[in-house]
Structures are given as C-alpha cells and as structure tokens.
C-alpha cells in the first residue's frame, strides 16, 4: 500500500469575523483543520509553517504528529521537504468544517494521475488543495493556494488529464463564507466557540 501523508498548511489568514482577534480566528480555523486530519483513516498526517508561525503549530498539533518548517507557504515548499512517502495531500487551514471524504477524493486519482487539485466551491480564486504522487512532477508551477486555479496546475502538464480536479469546499475567506456554516455539521468546535463567544450565531 502507498504510504500517503496529508500536511495542513498553516498559511497566512486575511480576515475575521467583527468582533474576533485575527490570531485567535487563524488559531481556531487551523486547530479544527488538524483536528479533522487527526480522524482520517489509512494516512499519515502532518502540519507544515513557515519558521515565524512555528509556535502557532507546536500549541495546536496533536502529540507526535510531525510538524515541518517550509520557507514559503505554498505546497511546492511542503511537497520537496517530505520524505518516504508516496503520495501527498496539502491543505489549506481557513476550512474547519471540511468533510473527510473530500481529502478521500482529492487522494484518489494519484492511483493514475500524478496531480490533482481540489478547487473552491464557488468558482472563487485559489484551491482548497493540492495533491501528488511524491517526488512532485517538475512541470508543476509554484501554486498559491489564495490565488492559483486548476488551469493554472494545469498549464505545464504534459497533457491535460494529467492533472485531476477534484470535489471543491468553500473557504472562510468573508462574511458570505461564514453565513454557510452549518451549526448541525459534527466538528468545528473551536471556530464554533469562537464565534459564540464574541456573540455571533455559530
């Protein structure tokens, strides 16, 4: 079997509800997401930061879970500081409500595709993440998660359907992103407090 690694990547946050410190916001978010990673079955999981948000992963992880320091908070950077594993999930940290058959489907396709990339429901810019079969193809460009699009991982394949577009998720990136929570979906629990405690519906 595939020895498989799924990396929350605990990159910049730009926003947060009235009334929430934007620390705290980005510790929730990312705390839910690793929480999340922690129920996945049959792969391994890791956190990745850049040197300065080291100690932001070490209060959060979960204990022995690997945590890797990375120059730049793009999957690029995580992808080339793992190693022993054949396969690889990155993720944004801003979507504490995630379901986990969505990191299933963004894993499937590397049985044949060498990418796949799961982009933000919506039509919205940027990717929810990105997966490869480990070492990453040369061809595949720097991609940011805020910014990049399935077109844009696409771009330097070889052909087309190298590059599967998975199942998408919405992101918290705005007030209409937050008003999609749904308060009966299990998990979230500490973007959930967060937010009743600075008074909004959560």
């Given amino acids: 079997m595939a020895r498989r690694v799924v990396v929350a990547l605990l990159g910049p946050v730009h926003w947060s509800p009235p009334g929430v410190d934007l620390a705290e916001w980005r510790a929730a978010l990312a705390e839910d997401v690793i929480d999340l990673l922690a129920t ?54 801003d979507v504490p409500d995630l379901p986990a058959l969505t990191v299933g489907k ?16 919506g039509g919205g810019p940027g990717l929810l993440g990105v997966a490869v079969r480990l070492p990453a193809p040369d061809w595949l460009p ?39 929570l749904d308060p009966a979906f299990e998990g979230w629990e500490a973007t959930r407090a967060l937010l009743s405690g600075s008074g909004r519906p959560a």
């Fill in 40 to 93: 996945l079955n049959e792969v391994e999981i890791a956190v990745a930061v850049t040197p300065a948000d080291r100690a932001l992963a070490d209060a959060l992880v979960w204990p022995g879970t690997a945590v890797y320091e990375v120059a730049e908070p793009t999957p690029n950077a995580v992808f080339a500081a793992l190693e022993g594993y054949d396969q690889a999930a990155v993720l944004v940290s």
């Fill in 106 to 121: 963004l894993l499937r396709p590397l049985t044949t595709r060498s990418v796949a990339v799961a982009p933000v429901e």
């Fill in 142 to 180: 720097t991609l940011e998660l805020d910014t990049a699009t399935p077109a844009e991982a696409r771009a330097n394949a070889p052909r087309p359907g190298d590059v599967a577009v998975t199942a998408g998720w919405r992101r918290l990136r705005g007030p209409a992103d937050l008003a999609t």
